[in-house]
T-cell receptor
Framework: DVKVTQSSRYLVKRTGEKVFLECVQDMDHENMFWYRQDPGLGLRLIYF???????EKGDIPEGYSVSREKKERFSLILESASTNQTSMYLCASLDPSAISGSDGNTEAFFGQGTRLTVV | GQNIDQPTEMTATEGAIVQINCTYQTSGFNGLFWYQQHAGEAPTFLSY????GLEEKGRFSSFLSRSKGYSYLLLKELQMKDSASYLC????????????FGDGTTLTVKP
């Protein structure tokens, strides 16, 4: 089974702190994603990466940065945490080579989520 | 970009059938996914449609009409454990395989 692991299930940080959220996947997937999930707003894409050292902004990148130094690890960084970044953060990965294959239905695999509270 | 609409909440009775609708407007389409998410847990994959028609998988079925920008998830023989949020997601046609998610439909199954 694909496993996507996020380093923490719950985090409490202070305003202004630098926060690192780590995500590791064990299936050699090229593509990895960071989402945040808020009531009434659904999952919103923050950043994604389709290769080592490659990154692209999603829909809400402001206040965040990412790092992809190794294929299996995709880190989300809050340079200076703010209370409006209190949220559930979800990491996902997928194998893009299967999208255009005969099956073509590769789904995204999600980590268990990190509930971050900024106080 | 993509815009996804689905109802916020639904309630159904154990043993019944429920249909959760999803409409979308898209600038590129490479498949529609349904995920199930229990409270406090990660979304898990339920179904995938890229061609028009019905895909059946046990108690769950999913339908797609690309011309109408419409999908539904059908859950039969509802069980209490089916109480969860159901997320509709549309994948774009870039190599990145980005998906845009709806806000989710919270289904409550009552005895």
């Amino acid at each position: 089974d694909v496993k996507v692991t996020q380093s923490s299930r719950y985090l409490v940080k202070r305003t202004g702190e630098k926060v690192f959220l780590e995500c590791v996947q064990d299936m050699d997937h090229e593509n990895m994603f960071w989402y945040r999930q808020d009531p009434g707003l659904g999952l919103r894409l923050i950043y994604f990466s389709y290769d080592v050292k490659m990154k692209e902004k999603g829909d809400i990148p402001e206040g965040y940065s990412v790092s992809r130094e190794k294929k299996e690890r995709f880190s989300l960084i809050l340079e200076s945490a703010s209370t409006n970044q209190t949220s559930m953060y979800l990491c996902a990965s997928l194998d893009p080579s299967a999208i255009s294959g005969s099956d073509g239905n590769t789904e995204a695999f999600f980590g268990q989520g990190t509930r971050l509270t900024v106080v | 970009g993509q815009n996804i609409d689905q109802p916020t909440e639904m309630t159904a009775t154990e043993g019944a059938i429920v249909q959760i609708n999803c409409t979308y407007q898209t600038s590129g389409f490479n498949g529609l996914f349904w995920y199930q998410q229990h409270a406090g847990e990660a979304p898990t994959f339920l179904s995938y449609n890229v061609l028009d028609g019905l895909e059946e998988k046990g108690r769950f079925s999913s339908f797609l009409s690309r011309s109408k920008g419409y999908s539904y998830l059908l859950l039969k023989e509802l069980q209490m454990k089916d109480s969860a949020s159901y997320l509709c997601a549309v994948r774009d046609n870039t190599n990145a395989g980005k998906s845009t998610f709806g806000d989710g439909t919270t289904l409550t199954v009552k005895p």
